[in-house]
């Protein structure tokens, strides 16, 4: 097998593993101990992003079908998380909605874009930062403890969530995924910015032709 199709493939592993991970989470509403078995595929999925960049990169094998690929199924492996975590009133609504909305909007750009100008969707540091303090925030959430029912009403508020009040991982997870998600905006906005400049030069070269 060939290093660039390695990367992809180690790439498809990642999407694969999203609806896996999505039922070993449903499992542990009955039987707790399963959200270890969560936890476990979701750290082995994030360790594949990793894995796919340093193949591709430390072979030179970076592909055009890597290049958009491996972001999206960032972008679907995180989705998977997030509304798992916010149906299992784990994470705050407004947490859900901004990296969620994010990521769609991302997904939709990916394609578009890439068809003028792969240079343009290319990762930035800042997204791969933010996606690795998002791994590690999100593996803090699997592993919380699941609400007793106390805010189980309330579903678009911040109440109930222990921000202020020490409740272990979820204390932790929470104040890093507000750390990631600040970074998943920021990178957000150097992609938005890439699609401006991208639609000013080919508004340049459609005067020029005329």
């Excluded at 039922?23 to 399963?34: C, D, Q």
């Amino acid at each position: 097998m060939k290093w660039g199709k390695m990367a992809n493939f180690v790439t498809m592993i990642r999407l694969a593993l999203s609806p896996v991970f999505a039922v070993f989470m449903i499992l542990s509403n009955s039987h707790p101990n399963m959200k270890y078995v969560a936890c476990g595929i979701f750290v082995f999925g994030a360790l594949t992003d990793w894995a796919d960049g340093q193949i591709a990169r430390r072979t030179n094998s970076v592909s055009e079908f890597g290049v958009t690929a491996d972001p999206l199924a960032d972008r679907v492996f995180i989705g998977t998380t997030l509304i798992v975590l916010y149906a299992m009133r784990v994470l705050p609504f407004a947490f859900f909605a901004v990296v969620l909305g994010r990521d769609v909007i991302m997904m939709l750009g990916y394609p578009i874009i890439g068809k003028f100008d792969k240079t343009k969707i290319a990762v930035h540091w800042t997204g791969k930062a933010a996606t690795a303090v998002l791994f590690v925030s999100l593996s803090m959430l699997i592993l919380s403890s699941m609400p007793a029912g106390g805010f189980a009403g309330d579903r678009f508020s911040f109440a109930g969530y222990p921000f202020t009040a020490w409740a272990g991982w979820q204390t932790l997870g929470l104040w890093l995924f507000t750390l990631g998600m600040v970074g998943s905006l920021v990178s957000g906005g150097i992609y938005v910015k890439r699609a401006i400049e991208l639609s000013m030069e080919m508004k340049k070269k459609g005067s020029t032709k005329e």
